[in-house]
């Protein structure tokens, strides 16, 4: 954290703040004052007015201590040599100055406090023969004085650092709440699409044929109106029970299995009951796959379906999964183009593939896609298998 400046942690004085050290400076004043004020009234009432008004100056130049913090103190301590009574003053301006923590101001302006001191005593006439006497005891005020202003500062700093670090704490939770609001935004959209797209797929394909087959027989429509309404009963499904482990409601009720590397031959016989030739090879057999990379293997091939249904529902597809513990998983799946597609280059990847994406890198593996030379849409992840 860089040095702080004075400015930075000096509190602003409210008017009690004024009040109360004017007060304590006139106090001390008049204390240092009182005998030799009784001499001056009596044998020189010209050097008592002198005095009176070098205190009345002191404590205006006083209220300046901040602005012009050595200016005032030296200007204090030039009248301190024909005035006692702005000792006060000089007290309070010495604290002040001494709460800045800077030595090259604290040192010079304290050892002339001292000298001036010594330079009032050589005329006063109500001072102790011995003046030398108390000189420890007045350079003990001084370094208390140096004392409580180091102090006071050190204190404020302090107060200004820990708050500036609770502010910081505070940005920086704010920052990571955002950040973890936008996180679970995309985890909702991307379940919401590796849930939901295969079932909205497959009924937008009946609903469709229902629309421009005027030929189906009243069987054919009840079949297809039948899937149309079980997987809109399963995407609905499939919706809530999303939305609930997102939430985290009630975590401790039984809810339906997450979709696992057994359940892929499930999703190949969907796809093939609403006419997608899908020809599945399956090389790990009964082998043990962790949940969470069974898992992703079973979305990557859901969503490859899925797309090949919407884009090239005329063509035929190829999924196969292989793979050994300490090798990783291999799972592929690619179907021609569709006719009359021309380009070389690979179609751009919508959520679905960007979301896979995501969730192949967060298994510590890769997922990738092309086109072929002969046109065919290659869909391939490398998925981590541990030993």
């Given at each position: 954290?860089?040095?702080?400046?004075?400015?930075?942690?000096?509190?602003?004085?409210?008017?009690?703040?004024h009040?109360?050290?004017?007060?304590?400076?006139?106090?001390?004043?008049?204390?240092?004052?009182?005998?030799?004020?009784?001499?001056?009234?009596?044998?020189?009432?010209?050097?008592?007015?002198?005095?009176?008004?070098?205190?009345?100056?002191?404590?205006?130049?006083?209220?300046?201590?901040?602005?012009?913090?050595?200016?005032?103190?030296?200007?204090?301590?030039?009248?301190?040599?024909?005035?006692?009574?702005?000792?006060?003053?000089?007290?309070?301006?010495?604290?002040?100055?001494?709460?800045?923590?800077?030595?090259?101001?604290?040192?010079?302006?304290?050892?002339?406090?001292?000298?001036?001191?010594?330079?009032?005593?050589?005329?006063?006439?109500?001072?102790?023969?011995?003046?030398?006497?108390?000189?420890?005891?007045?350079?003990?005020?001084?370094?208390?004085?140096?004392?409580?202003?180091?102090?006071?500062?050190?204190?404020?700093?302090?107060?200004?650092?820990?708050?500036?670090?609770?502010?910081?704490?505070?940005?920086?939770?704010a920052?990571?709440?955002?950040?973890?609001?936008?996180?679970?935004?995309?985890?909702?959209?991307?379940?919401?699409?590796?849930?939901?797209?295969?079932?909205?797929?497959?009924?937008?394909?009946?609903?469709?044929?229902?629309?421009?087959?005027?030929?189906?027989?009243p069987?054919?429509?009840?079949?297809?109106?039948?899937?149309?309404?079980?997987?809109?009963?399963?995407?609905?499904?499939?919706?809530?029970?999303?939305?609930?482990?997102?939430?985290?409601?009630?975590?401790?009720?039984?809810?339906?299995?997450?979709?696992?590397?057994?359940?892929?031959?499930?999703?190949?016989?969907?796809?093939?009951?609403?006419?997608?030739?899908?020809?599945?090879?399956?090389?790990?057999?009964?082998?043990?796959?962790?949940?969470?990379?069974?898992?992703?293997?079973?979305?990557?091939?859901?969503?490859?379906?899925t797309?090949?249904?919407?884009?090239?529902?005329?063509?035929?597809?190829?999924?196969s999964?292989?793979?050994a513990?300490?090798?990783?998983?291999?799972?592929?799946?690619?179907?021609?183009?569709?006719?009359?597609?021309?380009?070389?280059?690979?179609?751009?990847?919508?959520?679905?593939?960007?979301?896979?994406?995501?969730?192949?890198?967060?298994?510590?593996?890769?997922?990738?896609?092309?086109?072929?030379?002969?046109?065919?849409?290659?869909?391939?992840?490398?998925?981590?298998w541990?030993?």
């Open positions: 954290m860089p040095t702080l400046e004075p400015k930075d942690y000096q509190p602003a004085l409210g008017w009690w703040g009040l109360w050290r004017i007060l304590v400076a006139v106090a001390l004043g008049a204390l240092a004052w009182t005998e030799l004020a009784i001499w001056q009234w009596e044998y020189d009432r010209a050097w008592f007015f002198v005095d009176a008004a070098g205190g009345l100056c002191s404590l205006v130049l006083m209220q300046y201590r901040r602005q012009r913090p050595v200016a005032v103190a030296l200007a204090v301590l030039a009248i301190g040599i024909v005035s006692a009574s702005s000792s006060g003053a000089i007290t309070v301006i010495i604290a002040s100055l001494a709460t800045r923590r800077r030595w090259r101001e604290i040192a010079p302006l304290a050892a002339l406090s001292m000298l001036q001191w010594m330079a009032f005593e050589l005329y006063n006439p109500v001072s102790v023969e011995n003046w030398w006497l108390t000189s420890p005891v007045v350079l003990m005020v001084i370094a208390a004085t140096v004392a409580t202003g180091l102090y006071i500062g050190s204190r404020r700093e302090l107060l200004v650092t820990l708050e500036d670090r609770a502010r910081t704490a505070e940005n920086e939770q920052v990571r709440i955002s950040q973890a609001r936008t996180a679970e935004r995309a985890r909702i959209a991307r379940e919401m699409h590796d849930v939901l797209a295969h079932r909205i797929s497959l009924v937008a394909m009946h609903a469709g044929a229902l629309t421009y087959r005027t030929d189906l027989t069987a054919e429509v009840r079949k297809a109106s039948a899937v149309i309404q079980d997987n809109a009963h399963e995407a609905l499904t499939d919706l809530r029970e999303v939305l609930g482990i997102l939430r985290g409601d009630d975590p401790d009720e039984s809810e339906r299995p997450q979709p696992s590397l057994q359940d892929i031959p499930r999703l190949v016989d969907d796809a093939r009951s609403v006419g997608l030739q899908v020809d599945y090879s399956d090389g790990l057999g009964a082998a043990q796959v962790p949940d969470s990379v069974g898992r992703t293997a079973y979305r990557i091939v859901q969503e490859a379906l797309n090949a249904r919407k884009h090239a529902p005329d063509t035929s597809v190829r999924a999964i292989s793979g513990p300490g090798r990783g998983i291999v799972v592929e799946v690619c179907n021609p183009l569709r006719i009359g597609h021309h380009g070389a280059t690979a179609p751009r990847s919508g959520l679905g593939l960007v979301g896979l994406a995501e969730r192949a890198a967060l298994s510590g593996g890769t997922l990738t896609h092309e086109i072929t030379d002969d046109s065919t849409f290659v869909l391939r992840a490398q998925l981590p541990r030993v």
